[in-house]
């Protein structure tokens, strides 16, 4: 089962996004939905989908984030039509980030925002794909400089986990760029992922919780783990959530928490999220007696 789940947040469109997304590619579907009810947004819609064999955890709950191109979705095609194809989809409503055309690093290439904001890559690749869409990390502005750092600590943090491959900035890019990385790959509990420096002046945007990374663990010494790993930022410590030293978002999580909240005891569910939304860090056992009234 996939560990480490990329989180989507939208205002009012998660499943509407969903059913949109999963028109797009093979393996696709959304696995369920549920409305968590009483949340400091109100009613929130949740849901688990799967792009491509990948799985997606998405929340409708307020505009208090909006996608930027901090975190894209890169996604590997095979075939120039594909590129294409996937293009014309998902610029309708959206807006061109670079324009698809063909660059020194593939024959066919673009990056856009659709129509929620979210931020895609398309890309013709000639080597074989082994995961078609991979979150990618974009440093700028004050992390500018930070990508292969991050990259490190993630390493170190994950157990199975590998970096592929590093390249750098030359001397053509200035010196706000020479030595920073431009591109790399490496995989954490099997997710594969892309990081980059994209420049200190250049980007008006930064990490926020619009995309965060959901770890799912099978008990609390593993919660505990992660939680002393990744959180560097107490103020942003709230129901699981918690920010890296990067400004990157990530949830820890009880896989068990999902079964809890789609349970057909309504009352139970209810007290699960009361528990929850009170926590900090995930306590496994309370939200346990919470859902046994106990």
Known sequence: MQKIVPHLWFDTEALEAANFYTTLFDESKVNWTIIVKDTPSGDSEQLSFTLAGLEFFAISA???????????LAVQCETVEEVERLWEKLIDRGHALMELGQYPFSERYGWLADRYG???????????????????LLFVKEQHGNAEAAINHYVSTFKNSSIGKLEYYGEEMGEEYIGKLTLST??????????MDGGASLHDFAFNEAISLMVYCENQEEIDYYWEKLSAV????????????????WQIAPRELNKLLLSEDEEATQRVVEAFLKMKKMNIAELRRAFADK
């Open 62 to 72: 307020g505009p208090l984030f909006t996608f930027n191109p901090s975190i894209s």
């Open 234 to 249: 107490p103020e942003a410590e709230e129901c699981g959530w918690l920010k890296d030293q990067f400004g990157v978002s």
């Open 186 to 195: 490496f995989e954490l509990e099997g997710l594969q992922m892309t990081a």
């Open 118 to 136: 979210l931020s895609w890559q398309l890309i013709h690749v000639t080597e074989p794909i082994k995961q078609k869409i991979i979150p990618s």
